[in-house]
């Protein structure tokens, strides 16, 4: 049965959302149908199909009472809109339908576990929220929440755990039939912890333990937790709320920190090696997995940062972004990410320079444009050094977004300042590569409103939103010293657009 609440959210965005003509939304990162978009959701794979539910507030480009849309995908790169897939309609859920997971059970139903909240007045007169795990089941377009909701309480909290900042369960379904649930919480000390709960049927759930807890180190409250084993390791992400700067690794506000290590179910559970932040750019947050069939761990994330949600083009309607799906593997105690072969199909002809002499300003022939995927390697000329090499992208007379690199501090920074945002918000960041003797391989990856960058084969990503006029395509590289370079440059193309 259709609520009322779900049935207003499913004919609102079928009424407004094909008035966004597509050439006002990215050519290939999923968007809201029409209002606002947060985290991802429920990223599963389904009948064979990839679905990707998300926060959504479908009546203005603000939050608001969460819902979850709902898209899905055959390639993970052009996406297919469905309707709305839940709406705030249930007591438990009243003030929202907050991040969850989702798994294809046995039987071929697809079942949602995710966050219900419920703003509450507390004795001080404090608005606070009860949140509680919730589940519905549906067929890949029709969900019905189920009649044990909730559950997950604060009955099943370990001792200390918050009722308040309970949420975003993460669920898989392991070989032997067990599902298992990552979910954040609030300790008693208020620093972030995942904790790990167990179920035989995905619907009735006990914990299981504490994976980790962040002791006041990497931030407060961890968001977004997702937790799996990767070439011989394990990895935890979470999305930290109020991280402190820690060098050029982690900025202040919310952040991603991934957790590499060892888990020993039997014994210690999972104990931590490595820790390191995921994306280095200034758009990145709340990240979900999936593994595709083939055996690849992919991840999605929201393309956004929360301190900067105001800063948006005046009367959009749409407003929020998934980041390009990534594929991870471990090597080396570090996360490396690259983006989904799959991108590689919408790429046209290829446009290659090879060993291009560059000082002072170079443009290329054929080198332009806003939706391509662009790989740019630089070295030295022999034991010449070069002080900073800078490629601008999204550029005309007014416009420009810079990514520079400084092999001397070894360093690579972001600058978006004159990219289509008139906003007085943070707009550069700058993060640490290893020093490879000069040399490095930028893989730039632009859609109409967003570059990201995957440094030295994934090794480090960084994105950013930007929002320049889709006229400024120009491409510049220049160096500071001179240097060599090759370009190869793949214009995205795809026909008939939604
Ligand atoms: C992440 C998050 C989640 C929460 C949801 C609310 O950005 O804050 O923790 O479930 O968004 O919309």
Aim: hydrophobic share 35%; proline share 6%.
């Amino acid at each position: 049965m259709t609520s009322e609440a779900l049935q207003k959210a499913r004919d609102f965005e079928a009424q407004y959302g094909p008035h966004i003509p597509a050439g006002e939304r990215p050519a290939f990162h999923a968007t809201p149908t029409i209002g606002w978009m947060n985290a991802p959701n429920g990223f599963s794979l389904y009948k064979g199909e990839y679905h990707l539910f998300y926060q959504y507030h479908p009546y203005s480009n603000e939050w608001g009472p969460m819902h979850w849309g709902h898209l899905k995908s055959r390639d993970l790169i052009r996406w297919e809109r469905l309707p709305a897939a839940l709406a705030p309609d249930q007591e438990y859920d009243a003030s929202g339908c907050f991040s969850g997971g989702a798994v294809e059970l046995p039987d071929g139903r697809h079942l949602l576990m995710y966050t219900g909240v419920q703003r509450r007045r507390d004795p001080d007169g404090f608005l606070q929220d009860v949140q509680t795990q919730c589940a519905a089941i549906g067929d890949g377009v029709d969900y019905e929440k189920i009649s044990l909701n909730p559950v997950l309480t604060g009955k099943d909290l370990p001792a200390g755990g918050s009722t308040v900042d309970f949420r975003d369960p993460k669920i898989w379904r392991e070989e032997d039939g067990t599902y298992f649930a990552a979910i954040g919480n609030r300790t008693e000390d208020g620093s972030g912890a995942i904790l790990l709960y167990r179920s035989p049927d995905g619907l009735h759930w006990e914990l299981e333990r504490t994976l980790d807890r962040c002791g006041n180190q990497y931030g407060k409250m961890w968001e977004c937790p997702d937790f799996f084993p990767l070439d011989g390791k394990h990895v935890l992400l979470a999305s930290p709320q109020e991280m402190s700067p820690v060098g050029l690794e982690f900025h202040a506000g919310n952040g991603t920190v991934c957790l590499i290590g060892d888990y020993d179910p039997a014994g210690k559970g999972f104990v931590r090696q490595y820790v390191q932040a995921i994306d280095y750019g200034l758009d990145f947050y709340a990240p979900q997995t999936l593994l595709s069939s083939d055996g690849r761990r992919i991840m999605i994330a929201w393309m956004q940062n929360w301190a900067t949600v105001g800063a948006k083009p005046y009367h959009c309607r749409w407003f929020g972004q998934t980041a390009v799906p990534r594929e991870l593997s471990v090597k080396d105690g570090r996360l490396i990410q690259n983006p989904v072969r799959e991108l590689e199909a919408y790429r046209g002809p290829c446009v290659m320079h090879r060993s291009i002499p560059v000082s002072g300003e170079v443009n290329l022939p054929g080198v332009q444009g806003r939706t391509l995927d662009m790989t740019v390697t630089v070295r030295p000329i022999g034991n010449e050094r070069y002080r900073w090499f800078r490629i601008r992208v999204a550029k005309d007379g007014e416009h420009e977004t810079i990514i520079r690199y400084r092999p001397d501090q070894g360093t690579v920074k972001i600058d978006r300042t004159r990219s289509g945002l008139p906003h007085d918000i943070v707009h550069t960041r700058s993060f640490l590569v290893p020093c490879k003797e000069g040399e490095i391989k930028l893989r730039i990856i632009l859609d109409r409103f967003s570059l990201e960058v995957f440094v030295n084969d994934g090794e480090q990503a960084a994105s950013a939103v930007i929002y320049t006029r889709q006229e400024a395509d120009a491409i510049s590289f220049e160096a500071g010293g001179s240097a060599l370079m090759d370009v190869e440059k793949y214009d995205l193309v795809f026909d008939g657009e939604e």
